[in-house]
């Protein structure tokens, strides 16, 4: 017998789970279907464990580098207990996954552990360990999420060739790593390697790290940081294939026509992810995928069947968890009657390097193409920030962009200490249509990182206090200045 | 590709427009000749327009809310593919009522899941240019005002939470004909959302919305005072009661209702301020040569007021007939357009329930409305004893700019002069 459910969701990480609890709350009987663990890729191979171990990466260098200035007085190597910082990260992921499972209980949700198959638009039969159920809905959400890519020649087997779930699982350090693809990913990883003492070599196929995700200035900091740390970047550099020659790993690239091998011990591969649309029937039932393997949806997340919605990675860019959240509750809400679209401003975006950096709105290049050049730029240095130099993180900046004419903000890039923290003041800002002048007049607690975005927005209008502006003209708020 | 327009017809009854209350149709649909694609509100009766061809449903010319003027395209059809049937005509049903009682139903939280990758919902989603908080973008969502075509009023073109409240609330209020007065003065204040199960929240559509627009208009403007006063009726009880029974044989049932209407518009001709209206605009007072009488029905739908036209040119017999059919109409969502138009002054007999008075609402542009209340027996002192006196309370509420409260007073005492005394209201009875 089929158990019939209001709504069932397919996939229980940060996008499908939040959907299934906001379906429950507005009273509709909800099922979840997860084939691996509650929490998707985000709570148990993705954003927090990889969070975890750049957090212990970034604390083992305070110790190492600015410790000692403070006047502690460490030993000169610092040991760590690799197994038991898989322990303690491992106790976090559970922690956070067990979090779900009771959130989801205490919702009255119902969980079926098991790979899920769609047989018809209404129907989808989960295979578990205890045999296999058959689901019908009236509405179905699919949030299968995404995974990543292999190139040629790089089977990802997570003995030699790791993806990122394999990196995170490390108990021992690596030697010698090569990292193939410098996007988010790989940096997050092959920082925290580093600072655990590996040598990371980054292989990058286009001219730029981080291309075309984050601000060009802000990549610059962090690419100067990486080099000074003794990350290896080589930049246009296709990797071509790898071979064990007796117990290390011979890795060819090809720069500009000339074949380089590189050796090491493991390799990372990271080069991106797709979205997983080809699993779960969802062809079989008749919805449409685009070229790039997303389903097709619309501002509501609505596919092209009746009663089928989609929502996060499989849904669209930007692949981020929070953005499947949004649409998550968004797609609850319409089942549940009301009127949604998605129409946020900005999706905002933080790369865990070291100096972090985090973006909200547009980029300068990206309002250059839509035609707007008329704009008002304001940066200031954390150098220049009390809170900042009494943290010993002075390495970045914030850069606010916005309109010449009304002052509002387009976009603001920020590099350096907790710029993940600092970044959603610019998300709001900027889906409130705030103006610099908002952001300059409120008040910001002394001494603080934040107050480096009210600075930013004063350098923006010509005339931050804590740093020189020039030329210096008598200043009328709104004038303009160079 | 052939397309064909569908125009809203010109429904007569001097209507002009009417408000856009919902689609029955959305992009998409085949639609079939005859069929009902619209639901539109005009003056005070809703109306279902439909398509006089067959085709499906390409493009949909107006949202919810909108007020359409007749003889404008409502949507667009593509033909091609449907059977192409013959146009037939396009008069609306002018008896769809009904279905307004079923709007609340339908606007409630309910399991629609109406999918499809094309524009399936309204109002498009709010262009990246547009400067508008994430909650007034919702609001606009919610309200069904498409934000991507409002002028924001706010600094550097914001569009505010007031400016959707006022597209919203948009123009169009006041059926042609009648005295227009500005409205935009009225503050329009949001209730703090209680979130989750902690409340339903519908949208003020329809009847309920028109309602809702007169009263406001009517108390915003109108400076009201009510006089009350009781009426002893123990002869027109008998009157009543003898004329019920001739009546019977008629198969009409005869009620207060008309001898009330009668006394009413024999106070009036002593007192014509009382069927007249203010005409704001032209800063003029119009003295009304007819008599039409509305009477308040209470309906599924919300507070109808149908009219008794030129009440004083028929019988007591004719009135209770007309009555009886009207209320009947009023119950079933049947009201037509002109049945509830031109009134002169209105009679409100919601005591009849309960409430020994009560202070109505006039209904603008008039500028009195009579209420009558239950009848009850009370003790009389006749010099030696206690006899049975049967009682009506009677309430006159007036605009106090045109009527001062000794002339209201005055007209009390004539009325109830007639009601005491039915030989006295006989006598200048046409």
């Known amino acids: 017998m089929a158990e019939k459910f209001d709504v069932c969701v397919v996939g229980s990480g940060p996008g499908g789970y939040v959907a299934a609890i906001r379906a429950a709350q507005l009273g509709k009987k909800t099922c979840i279907v997860e084939r691996e663990a509650l929490g998707g890729v985000c709570l148990n191979v993705g954003c927090i464990p990889s969070k975890a171990m750049i957090t212990a990466g970034h604390f083992l260098q305070r110790m190492q580098h600015d410790a000692p200035t403070m006047g502690f007085q460490l030993p000169k190597e610092i040991k760590v207990d690799m197994s038991k910082l898989q322990d303690w990260k491992q106790s976090v992921c559970t922690k956070m996954s067990g979090g779900v499972a009771q959130l989801l209980k205490g919702n009255t949700v119902t969980v079926f552990m098991g790979e899920g198959t769609f047989t018809s638009p209404k129907s989808l039969t989960v295979k578990g360990k205890d045999g296999s159920k058959t689901i019908e809905a009236t509405n179905f959400i699919i949030a299968t999420g995404s995974r990543p890519i292999e190139i040629p020649g790089f089977t990802v087997d997570e003995k030699e060739v790791l993806s990122s779930t394999g990196a995170l699982a490390l108990s021992e350090k690596i030697e010698r790593v090569v990292v193939i693809g410098g996007g988010y990913i790989g940096l997050e990883i092959g920082s925290y390697m580093r600072s655990f003492g590996s040598a990371v070599t980054v292989v990058e196929a286009s001219p730029a790290l981080l291309n075309g995700v984050a601000d060009p200035d802000c990549v610059q900091v962090v690419a100067k940081k990486l080099k000074k740390s003794g990350v290896e970047v080589i930049l246009g550099g296709k990797a071509k294939g790898w071979k064990k020659v007796k117990a290390e790993l011979e890795v060819t690239i090809d720069v500009g026509g000339k074949e380089q091998i590189i050796k090491c011990d493991k390799i990372l591969l990271t080069v991106g992810r797709k979205p997983n649309s080809d699993g779960a029937g969802l062809k079989n039932i008749g919805l449409q995928i685009d070229e790039r393997g997303f389903l097709k949806v619309n501002a509501q997340r609505k596919t092209n069947l009746p009663g089928i919605f989609a929502i996060g990675d499989v849904a669209g860019q930007p692949m981020l968890a929070h953005k499947a959240s949004h649409e998550g509750v968004m797609v609850a809400e319409i089942i549940g009657g009301a009127n949604r679209a998605y129409d946020a401003k900005t999706v905002p975006a933080v790369i865990f390097v070291d100096p972090e950096i985090a973006s909200a709105g547009l980029m300068e290049s990206e309002l250059k193409a839509k035609g707007i050049t008329d704009l008002k730029i304001g940066k200031f240095p954390f150098g220049a920030n009390g809170r900042a130099v009494s943290m010993m993180e002075t390495e970045g900046f914030i850069k606010i962009i916005a309109d010449a004419k009304t002052h509002i903000v387009y976009g603001v890039h920020i590099v350096g200490p907790e710029a993940s923290n600092l970044i959603s003041e610019a998300a709001l800002a900027i889906e409130m249509g705030a103006r610099l002048e908002d952001i300059a007049l409120t008040i910001h607690p002394h001494p603080t990182l934040g107050e480096t975005m009210m600075e930013a927005a004063e350098a923006a209008l010509g005339h931050a206090i804590h740093i020189i502006q020039r030329p210096l003209t008598g200043a009328k708020s709104g004038e303009k200045h160079a | ?430």
């Not at chain 2, 327009?49 to 085709?55: D, E, R, Y």
């Not at chain 2, 139903?105 to 309204?122: L, Q, V």
Request: proline share 7%; charged share 20%.
């Open chain 2, 1 to 430: 590709m052939a397309t064909q327009n569908v125009k809203l017809p010109d429904v007569g009854e001097g209507v002009t427009e009417g408000e856009l209350v919902r689609w029955l149709v959305k992009i998409g649909d085949s639609v079939k000749a005859d069929q009902p694609v619209v639901e539109l509100m005009t003056d005070k009766a809703t109306v279902e327009v439909p398509s006089p061809f067959a085709g499906l449903v390409k493009e949909l010319k107006y949202k919810e809310g909108d007020v359409v003027p007749i003889e404008s395209v409502l949507l667009v059809l593509d033909s091609d593919g449907a059977k192409s049937a013959a146009p037939a005509t396009a008069a609306p049903t002018m008896s769809a009522a009904p279905t307004a009682a079923k709007a609340p139903a339908k606007a409630a939280p309910i399991m629609s899941a109406n999918c499809g990758t094309g524009a399936d919902f309204y109002p498009p989603v709010a262009g990246s240019n547009v400067l508008a908080t994430p909650a007034t973008r919702r609001l606009a969502r919610e309200t069904g005002v498409d934000i991507n075509g409002l002028q924001g009023s706010g600094l550097a073109g914001r569009v505010t939470q007031e400016d959707v409240q006022k597209a919203k609330g948009g123009g169009g209020g006041v059926p042609a004909g009648q005295a227009r007065l500005p409205m935009k003065d009225i503050p329009r204040p949001s209730v703090p959302n209680q979130g989750g199960s902690m409340e339903e929240r519908v949208p003020l559509r329809g009847i309920r919305k028109k309602i809702a627009e007169n009263m406001q208009m009517a108390k915003h403007i109108i400076p009201h005072f009510t006089l009350m006063e009781e009426a002893r009726v123990d002869q027109l009880v008998l009157m009543r009661t003898q004329a019920k029974e001739h009546a019977e044989k008629y198969g009409v049932k005869v009620t207060y209702l008309p001898f009330i209407m009668k006394a009413l518009i024999a106070t009036c001709r002593e007192f014509p301020m009382f069927n007249a209206s203010m005409d704001d605009a032209a800063a003029e007072i119009v003295y009304k040569k007819f008599f039409n009488i509305g009477f308040a029905a209470d309906t599924p739908n919300g507070l109808m007021v149908p009219v008794i036209k030129n009440a004083d040119f028929k019988t007591v017999l004719q009135m209770s007939q007309e009555i009886g059919q009207l209320a009947g109409k009023a119950r079933e969502g049947k009201l037509a357009l002109d049945d509830m138009k031109g009134a002169s002054i209105t009679v409100t007999n919601i005591g009849s329930v309960a409430g020994l008075y009560a202070t109505p609402i006039i209904n603008h542009p008039e500028v009195a409305i009579l209420g009558m209340y239950k009848i009850m027996d009370k003790p009389v002192w006749n010099g030696k004893e206690f006899v049975r006196g049967q009682f009506m309370n009677f309430t006159i509420t007036c605009d106090h700019r045109l009527i001062d409260g000794a002339v209201a007073a005055n007209f009390m005492k004539a009325f109830v002069a007639r009601i005491e005394n039915p030989s006295q209201l006989i006598l200048d009875m046409i």
